[in-house]
């Protein structure tokens, strides 16, 4: 198995050509000689129509295969947006690009318009009060969710909002918030929402659900919604009962970092013991030591299973875990110290996998690089 470094500016940018509908996997290597706006990419993803998109300290880059091609916010003129750094980029469900700019601000990018849309303004000007936005979240309804500082968070309809409409505040002071501080939203089966925040669940939708405990990460499996909280409690939600039960786990520890699905029928539970996994149908559970002879951390941050089945685990020290449950390995990958790009602030964490099925990753403390599957 190699690890590949690709980069920008010091490193190049590794892109699969897969808009271009190649044949076969071709690898080319982009600097801002090519077209890409800076160096700091922040946030990637391929879009609807198969085009890559990413966020830079210049706006957002869009890649057809090509040519790259930036989108700077101070280039709008409608809107006084401040900064043209872009931290995450979302894609809504009408393939608009959700951003979020370095000093707090949302805004959409109209695909269509090219243009970039403050969804907030309406309601900052009318509520009198500005807003620190911390995040974006996009549900396959067409609703997203904004998270901002102080106890404010708001729900915009994904085409109402770019005309002005359709986005409503949320928080205690409205009194249809039970929490200061959102910790995720999540739409479930029946297209309920659920907002997880510092003092319980708020549900959007049918369901109601009495409950103060500040549960961070949330999952569905069947008709059966799991709850974990940061600090080791677990629990499910069943439809039909519309109960709410705490279950045991049969093993130490302390902090549950994440809560995802592997496979059909198992929870990945990432705590500072391992990873956890918990079969709902048989109540099975199972623990998976992550530690190597050269990586000895047992904290497990976050969980990744990729269209192969291999599992990708991110801990607190540098590189990144492959494991592979049925042929039983377990490889600790790192970026050769040699050939590590040093940056003047600490990478994000970023595992993504396209749709020709190559696999993306930045490793803690890396380089951003991909998986070849040939040579392991």
Request: glycine content about 6%; aromatic content about 14%.
């Amino acid at each position: 198995m190699t690890m590949k470094r690709l980069s920008f500016f010091f490193f190049f940018l590794s892109v699969v050509l897969s808009v271009v509908s190649q044949p076969v996997c071709q690898i080319k290597y982009f600097s801002v000689s090519n077209g890409l706006a800076q160096g700091n990419v922040m946030s990637i993803l391929q879009d609807q129509k198969g085009l890559m998109w990413f966020s830079t300290w210049n706006g957002i880059n869009k890649f057809d295969g090509y040519t790259f091609k930036n989108y700077k916010i101070f280039q709008e003129t409608t809107y006084s947006f401040e900064s043209n750094r872009i931290g995450n980029i979302v894609e809504s469900k009408y393939g608009d690009i959700w951003c979020t700019t370095y000093d707090g601000q949302a805004c959409l990018f109209d695909v269509k318009t090219e243009k970039f849309i403050d969804v907030l303004q309406p309601l900052t000007r009318s509520l009198n009060h500005s807003n620190h936005v911390i995040r974006i979240l996009s549900l396959k309804k067409g609703i997203a969710w904004i998270l901002c500082k102080d106890g404010y968070t708001y729900r915009a309809d994904e085409q109402q909002c770019k005309d002005g409409k359709g986005t409503s505040p949320y928080s205690i002071f409205n009194g249809n918030l039970k929490g200061n501080q959102v910790y995720t939203v999540f739409q479930d089966s029946e297209e309920d929402e659920w907002v997880l925040t510092d003092k319980g669940i708020t549900i959007v939708g049918k369901k109601t659900l009495d409950t103060d405990f500040p549960f961070r990460h949330i999952i569905q499996w069947k008709e059966n919604i799991y709850l974990a909280a940061e600090h080791g409690k677990l629990a499910g939600y069943d439809f039909k009962t519309r109960q709410l039960k705490f279950i045991d786990v049969p093993y130490p520890y302390r902090n549950i970092a994440n809560l995802t699905i592997i496979g059909k029928d198992t929870l990945a539970l990432a705590t500072d013991n391992g990873l956890i996994l918990y079969t709902p149908g048989n109540n099975k559970f199972r623990q998976i030591n992550i530690q190597t002879p050269t990586q000895h951390s047992n904290y497990v941050e976050s969980v990744y299973q990729d269209r192969h089945g291999d599992i990708w685990v991110f801990s607190n020290t540098p590189g990144i875990i492959r494991l592979n449950m049925a042929a039983n390995e377990k490889e600790h990958l790192v970026t050769p110290r040699d050939e590590l790009v040093k940056h003047e602030r600490k990478s994000r964490k970023i595992i993504f996998e396209d749709n020709t099925n190559t696999l993306w990753m930045l490793p803690t403390e890396g380089n951003f690089s991909y998986y070849d599957r040939k040579e392991k």
